[in-house]
Structures are given as structure tokens and as C-alpha cells.
């Protein structure tokens, strides 16, 4: 069937509306506002640039820690502590090794978990802000549109299909089917996050791969309302140890907001080797610390979400530049992994694309060689230099905690440096020890199922995660060859995406007596987990119809 789509054209297309999205479209705007002012030539408009969001919202797909280092936003914003959603600045930090039943307080706290001059926020609330910023200066902001795939020229893109709407499970139109949209841009910028669908498929088609394959860590996190006294406003605890063993590589946070609000949650490196372990049976052990279990006991949940983080740091970028694209913040490798933050450098990252944009936009060149302005502004700024004295860190755990411990320590002292540079490393999902039919995987009948005060099944959690999706669409999470499932996978790992997913996505049941896998599909959070972990890398996440998803409202 030939569909008749709707062309659409602007000089910038950017699709995703975090932080780094969001930032690069406020910063292009006022850059273009300056232009006019002055009666540069040639002309100019905000209106030409197009933001797009899967999200029912701004800020609704949008779960972080979170902590901002606010040295970006005072470059975008330099008033925003005037209207910015900040909830409380840090007071105080503390760093904790935990056991089973004990605490030990690190008696100094480690230099990249001090937070003094930082912010806690909530990340859905601070892009809404941004996003307010950003149509006040006319650009064209769209909600529940996704990218489907990028529209590909020569040796780069000219823009993005977006998704069809109104189909059937069984892929057929609905009586409501809307064709996508074919958007057309003289520049397109890929803001996805983590393992975004469309970056995924160009760094792979254009071999735009950095030293390192990207490795990604998986955050659980929940927020609840606490009885008062139970911790200070503005107050951060990062935790090591318990649960976790010291093969993984993560740990815990525990952070204090206003109004008796707590955020917590663990992170873990998907290297891991155990294919059965748990994350979220872990975090939820977690909170069962006497630590914590205190700060929480009487307590409310209120949100929960999970989301992917980019590890891999400086040797993991991609090339960021091509004929007439971007490539910026989660999606370019930018996080810092040794101080677990992103924003700060996401937001950096959209104002230099957008500087690097304009001047394409001036001279009428969106070629890779003019836009290639972007790595020498990336590597000229504060980014680089906050990124390469941590370009080993995260490959410095692969030996596990102890090991990773003493190379950050050389590192410190070597400027990023450490023994080895770079380090290499290989890609988490090849980790996975296998079975060899030595285990047995886990009863599902048996599977945490929490006391539903403390601690909660997946499925619970999943419902204060605020995920809906429409239900009779083609499955977004992509098998391309289910019979490993049934068959390979149950005898060399067991199944690892039932342990793995956060949201009980994935289901091993019996058909005819045998295993088949079942794929809850409405219950996804989009952490793009299984895209990671998955060890045959055969599922594949791709958008569902624009506006499926969590509703990460205040987190």
C-alpha cells in the first residue's frame, strides 16, 4: 500500500525535548533574535525550527537522579534561579559503605560526590520550564510525535518519517490512521537520550562508532513521601556495597527534597556476568537497609521510573557531526560517569550545536566539514576538559569494585589518565556468564513480590511509573529471531530479559510444552534495558505510537 504523506520543511529539526534538545532550540532561538536585531542577513526565524517529543508531554519521558551542577543553565539562562524549578539546593552530602545490616560513613567525601553550590531537581519539571522558555520564543514545539526512521541523503540525513498513527496489533490501518509526517530540515539534531532508536541506526549505517562500544548503566529509582524528620531538605547520600556484591559495579543515593519528599535508587553497570540477577529485587533489598529503612519507615511511594545511562564517557563517542546533522548530550556519550551527571553537559552540548548551527545556517553550508565546528567547539570548551580527566573511569570497574577503586585513585592523580590509556572494553552484553545448565533459573511463582509498604513487585512499581500505552498497536520492543528465545537462550542464560526488564515486560510461558516468550508491551518504561542487555542483541526497541508511555510527572 502506497501511503501519501504530508511534507513539511524547516531549517532545524530537533527530535527530542530533554535537556539537551530543549537547550540547543532556546539557545538557536535567541541567537537568531540577535540576528534580526542587528539586520544580519540571510533572514532568520525561530518559527523554522521544530522540536520533536514522543511524550504526551514535556518532561513526562524526562527521569534522572537528580543533581544539577547549574554552570550550563547560567550560560543559557544567567537569571534562572529567578523562575527555574529547583527544589532545593544540596546542604549537605555524605558518602556510605554498606553491609547487610550496617553503615560505615566514609569519613571524607570523595571529591566527585561533593555537591555544594548543586541543585536537586526534578529533570520532568525543569524541561517543562524549558520547554515554556523555548515556545515564548516562537519555535514549534510537538508532542506525541515520535521518529520512526531518518530520512538518509548521500553520506547523512535530510530530516525524519514519524510514525503512523491508528494502527492495528496486526499492523493494519485503524478508522483512525494518520499517516506520519515526512519532516524535511536543513539540519536535524538527534536529542534522544540514551540508546536512542534513530542514533542507534546511524551510527550503525554511517560507522560513525567511537574507540569503545557505549556501555550503559540501568537507574531504578522511586520517590516518596517520608514523616517528617526523617531527613534534611537538601541533604545527599551516595551509597556503595550491600546489596550489590563486589563484581557490579553501582550503588545507591538517597536524597532529601522539600515538603518531607525523598528521591532514592540504585544504578548498575549492565556488564554484569550472573544472567539471572535482578535489579530491581535489588533495589528493593535496598530499601530494606536499616539505613534507609528508617528514613522510609511509615512512609508513602509515590513515583517510580527507570532509564538507561550512558557509561562509556569520552573513548564511547560516536562521531557527533555529518552532512546535515547532530548528534547531542545522552545520545553523544556526554555524561559524566564519575560524578553521575548529565544535565549540566547535555545542556552544554545544545548550546554549542546551536552556535555550530547558526553559523550553517549563515553561510547556507550543512555540510559535515562546516558542521564538523561542533567536536572543535566541544573540545575547546569546559566539556572536554571535564570529560577527559574521566575518559578511563567507568572501564577502570570492569575488575569489578576494589579494582575500580584503586584506578580511579590513579586516575585522580594522573589527570584521567591512569595505567592503561585508553582503556579498553567491550560491550555489557557480552559479559553474561553462561549457564551451562549449572542453574537453575528462578520460579516465576516465586519472583519478589515485596510486602507492598517497603518493598514492591515490578508490576506495582510499574503502576506509579504512570505508563499507558494504546493497546491494540504493533509491538514497539522488536524480536527478530523469537525462536532463540524458546530454545538457545533458556539453555545458555535463562531468559535473562525476565530479570533484567524493570517493568515485567518480559514474560517466559508454555505453548504446546515449550518455552515462548511473551511480551508485555504496555507495561514498558522505556529504559531501553532489553536494547542493551539483551545477550543475542535481537530485541530491538523502536518507538510505540506518539504519547505511549510513563508519566514521570515531578520526578
Known amino acids: ?209 567511537g574507540l569503545n562500544p557505549q556501555i550503559y548503566g540501568l537507574g531504578i529509582k522511586e520517590l516518596w513521601d517520608v514523616q517528617p524528620g526523617r531527613i534534611d531538605t537538601g541533604y545527599v547520600a551516595h551509597t556503595l556495597g550491600w546489596p550489590l556484591t563486589s563484581d557490579l559495579y553501582g550503588g545507591g543515593w538517597i536524597y532529601g527534597l522539600r515538603d518531607n519528599r525523598v528521591s532514592l535508587g540504585i544504578v548498575v553497570s549492565l556488564e554484569y556476568h550472573d544472567p539471572l540477577f535482578d535489579p530491581h529485587a535489588a533495589f528493593q533489598k535496598f530499601k530494606t537497609h536499616p539505613f534507609v529503612k528508617k528514613i522510609l519507615d511509615a512512609g508513602k511511594l509515590v513515583r517510580y521510573g527507570a532509564k538507561t545511562l550512558p557509561y562509556g564517557g569520552w573513548y564511547s563517542m560516536p562521531r557527533n557531526y555529518f552532512d546535515g546533522g547532530l548528534i547531542v548530550g545522552d545520545s553523544a556519550s556526554l555524561l559524566n560517569s564519575q560524578r553521575l551527571k548529565g544535565i549540566h553537559t547535555a545542556i552544554k552540548s545544545g548550546m554549542l550545536a546551536a552556535e555550530t548551527i547558526y553559523d550553517s545556517l549563515c553561510a547556507g553550508d550543512n555540510s559535515s566539514a562546516k558542521l564538523g565546528a561542533y567536536q572543535t567547539k566541544i573540545e575547546q570548551s569546559w566539556l572536554k576538559k571535564e570529560l577527559w580527566a574521566v575518559r578511563n573511569f567507568h572501564q577502570g570497574f570492569h575488575g569489578g569494585l576494589w579494582a575500580g577503586l584503586v584506578n580511579a585513585g590513579l586516575q585522580f592523580v594522573t589527570g584521567g589518565r591512569g595505567l592503561i590509556d585508553p582503556m579498553r572494553t567491550e560491550a555489557g552484553y557480552k559479559e553474561y556468564t553462561n549457564l551451562h545448565r549449572d542453574r537453575v533459573p528462578v520460579d516465576q511463582a516465586t519472583r519478589f513480590k515485596g510486602d507492598g509498604k517497603l518493598t514492591f513487585d515490578r508490576l506495582t512499581d510499574v503502576y506509579h511509573s504512570g505508563t499507558r500505552h494504546e493497546e491494540d498497536q504493533p509491538c514497539h520492543l522488536v524480536v527478530l529471531e523469537p525462536n532463540i528465545c524458546g530454545d538457545r537462550c533458556v539453555r545458555e542464560f535463562g531468559n535473562p530479559c525476565q530479570y533484567f526488564c524493570p517493568a515485567a515486560v518480559y514474560e517466559m510461558v508454555s505453548e504446546n510444552d515449550a518455552p515462548k516468550l511473551k511480551i508485555n508491551a504496555a507495561n514498558c518504561v522505556h529504559c531501553k534495558t532489553c536494547d542493551v542487555a539483551d545477550p543475542y542483541q535481537i530485541i530491538q526497541w523502536v518507538p510505540p505510537e506518539g504519547g505511549g508511555g510513563p508519566n514521570y510527572e515531578g520526578m
Request: charged letters at 25%; one cysteine or more.
Open 1 to 209: 500500500m502506497t501511503i501519501e504523506r504530508e511534507q513539511l520543511e524547516a531549517d532545524v529539526l530537533i527530535i527530542g525535548a530533554g535537556p539537551a534538545g530543549l537547550s540547543c532550540a532556546l539557545h538557536l532561538a535567541n541567537l537568531i533574535e540577535q540576528h534580526t536585531q542587528a539586520k544580519k542577513s540571510p533572514a532568520l526565524s525561530a518559527e523554522n525550527i521544530y522540536v520533536l517529543e514522543k511524550a504526551r508531554e514535556i518532561g513526562a519521558h524526562q527521569l534522572s537522579g537528580a543533581i544539577m551542577d547549574p554552570s550550563a543553565l547560567r550560560e543559557l539562562v544567567p537569571d534562572f534561579e529567578k523562575t527555574a524549578p529547583l527544589d532545593t539546593p544540596v546542604t549537605g552530602d555524605a558518602a556510605y559503605y554498606f553491609t547487610e545490616t550496617g553503615s560505615f560513613k566514609l569519613p571524607i567525601t570523595p571529591p566527585p560526590l561533593r555537591n555544594h553550590g548543586n541543585y536537586v531537581v526534578s529533570v520532568s519539571k525543569l524541561v517543562k520550564w524549558l520547554g515554556g522558555l523555548v515556545e515564548k520564543k516562537g519555535v514549534n514545539l510537538f508532542t506525541q510525535f515520535a521518529g520512526r526512521e531518518l530520512l538518509y541523503e548521500k553520506n547523512g540525513i535530510a530530516g525524519v518519517l514519524t510514525e503512523d498513527k491508528g494502527l492495528g496489533k496486526n499492523g493494519r490501518p485503524k478508522d483512525n490512521f494518520t499517516p506520519g509526517y515526512e519532516l524535511r530540515a536543513k539540519v536535524t539534531v538527534l536529542a534522544e537520550g540514551p540508546r536512542g532508536s534513530l542514533t542507534k541506526d546511524l551510527v550503525t549505517r554511517l560507522k560513525l562508532d
